[in-house]
Each structure stands twice: as C-alpha cells, then as structure tokens.
C-alpha cells in the first residue's frame, strides 16, 4: 500500500504526525537535538514558561520509582521574556508547531502570559498547566477545581488569539467534570493526564525521598489511569486530545489513539531513550502498514466501535 497518511489537525494545529513532546521532559528542543531530527516531531511542547524565572526546588528533586520516576521540580525555568528571546529563534528554524506550556500562581499571571506570547513568531499554541497551586485560594491546585480551572481558561481565551490545550490533573474525582468546565469555559483541545501525585521514603534517612516530600508520579506505572481517562473523555465530550501517560512504544501510543486521543505526548521515556519520538513515529507508520489502514484517523477512537 502507499506510504500511510499520519497527519492530524489539533485545535488548528496541524501536525504531520500524532506524535509530540510531554513538557517539562524536552527541555526547548536544542537538548534533544543531537539524538533525534526535530523536524520529524508532529509537534514539540516546551518546558514550562512562567512570567519571571524559577530556580525550581531544592534537591533531591526526581526519585526513581517502580515502573517510573517521582518528579518535584518545581517549574524550574527562565521565565517567558528569556524564551521568547533565546529558546525561540532556535526553534523558528524547525518544520515543527511549537506548543508553549504556560504556568502562574494567579489567574491573571495566566492571562499575562498568554497576552505576552499572542502573536509571537513561531508559537502554534499554549498548553495551559492547570496543576500549579492558586497562592489566592490557600495552595489549592487550579485543576483540582473545576471553577477555578474554568477561571484560568476564561482569562487565557481573552487575552489570546492562539489554540488553547487545557492539560488536565487525575488528581480529582472526575475528570470528565474537570474536562466539561474547561470545555465550557473555551478550551479548544485537552492534554491529559498530568502526573499523579505520590511520595516515597527514604528508610535509611528516615525521611521523604523528595525535598519537596510529594512529587508527580509519571513513566509505564501509570499509563493505564491515563488510558482510562482518555477514554473517559471521548466518550463524553467531542473534543480534540493529546494524550499521554506512560507511553515508552508505538504500541503504546496507539492504545491511546483507540481510545479517542488526535496526538499522543511521549514524556518519561524520553529519559531512558532520547529517540523514543522517533521509534514510536516509525512504529505507528509500519502499524497502519501491517493492518492496511491508509489513514491515522481511522484509529482515533476505533476501540469504541
């Protein structure tokens, strides 16, 4: 058969495969650069950008855990005015969408963000990290809210004119709610799932593993929570998602694509495999070859059938 068409259309981002980058384990492109062809990526989603650079926090900050890695960062970056200025030139020099994950601790440090990154040269949309503790509500995550989530998306829709990707928190007790809020409040697509929350300790100290004591559970462990709320998602809203969890294989990534995902992002494994992106793009086209499908969205959704 012809070679199969592997493009997908994400919000009105046009990606010329399903496969793209989890933030937060791509740096900005330019560390990967040496491993994989940039230009093959159907997209690219950047480290968390906040209004003013973060030193993150304190060591140890990543523990490896059974079947994955617990992660306490701390959105550690150079803030969006250095992004914008170094990080993206780099970038503009790629075929690939550039996806900006964004993070505040206000609504309006939201809203500022996605006004200072609208209409910028070479940024295809904003992915917005709604896990990140509102400091006006005590700590409480925006995510964990299904108002308060709203709120973010509500503020970022007004202040730009790019595709919005909600990226949504397991750590609730539906995320099919969480999803309809941010839906109804004008998301154009969703990401999900973020990490789950989780801890591990030390027993020769006596302590948490983490600084931070909890951390973001993410890698192999927890890529059936995250097909199940695919899943879930689909089925009640229509919707365009991105889906990841877990996914190391190109049989991984199509789980997520029958279950109702457009893309599917590749996180953790790009730790234990710089050219995971690669093997799991060249792994869904020789899949669609072998079954005879001409066409990836043939897939999307197929295990609902």
């Known amino acids: 058969m012809a070679k199969p068409n592997l493009a ?3 919000a009105g981002i046009r990606m010329k495969n399903p496969v793209t980058t989890a933030s937060g ?3 900005f492109g330019s560390e990967y650069a040496p491993f994989v062809d940039l230009n093959r990526l159907g997209a690219i989603v950047v480290k968390g950008i906040t209004l003013l650079p973060r030193q993150g926090n304190p060591p140890p900050r990543i523990v490896e855990t059974p079947a994955g890695i617990l992660n306490a960062i701390g959105l550690q970056n150079p803030g969006v005015d250095h992004f914008i200025e170094v990080a993206l030139p780099y970038l503009r020099q790629f075929d690939l969408p ?3 994950n964004i993070a505040g601790d206000t609504v309006e440090d939201y809203a500022a963000l996605a006004a200072r990154l609208d209409g910028v040269p070479g940024v295809a949309g904003l992915e ?3 896990s990140c503790p509102n400091v006006k509500k005590g700590g409480l995550a925006f995510g964990a809210d299904p108002d308060s989530a709203a709120a973010v998306v509500r503020a970022v829709k007004g202040a730009t004119r790019l595709p919005v990707v909600v990226k949504l928190s397991p750590n609730v007790t539906s995320i099919v709610r ?3 809020a ?3 409040a004008g998301a154009d ?3 999900m799932i973020n990490t789950l929350l989780g801890m591990a300790i030390d027993i020769r100290r006596r302590c948490p593993a983490l600084a931070n004591v909890m951390g973001g559970l993410s890698g192999p462990a927890i890529r059936p929570v995250a097909v199940r709320a695919v899943w879930q998602v689909y089925q009640a809203l229509k919707v365009p998602i991105v889906g990841m969890g877990g996914i190391v294989t190109a049989e991984d990534a199509l789980e997520f694509i029958m279950a109702g995902a457009t893309a599917v992002a590749v996180g953790t494994a790009n730790f234990i495999n710089p050219r995971a992106t690669m093997d799991i793009i060249d792994g869904i086209e020789r899949f669609l070859v072998e079954e005879g499908v001409p066409d990836i969205q043939e897939l999307i959704g197929a295990a609902h059938m």
Do not use: R
Request: proline share 0%.
């Open 8 to 10: 997908v259309n994400v």
């Open 98 to 100: 550039v996806i900006v």
């Open 178 to 180: 969480l999803a309809e």
């Open 189 to 191: 697509a969703l990401s």
């Open 128 to 130: 917005v990290n709604i």
């Open 25 to 27: 384990t791509f740096g």
């Open 182 to 184: 941010v839906v109804e």
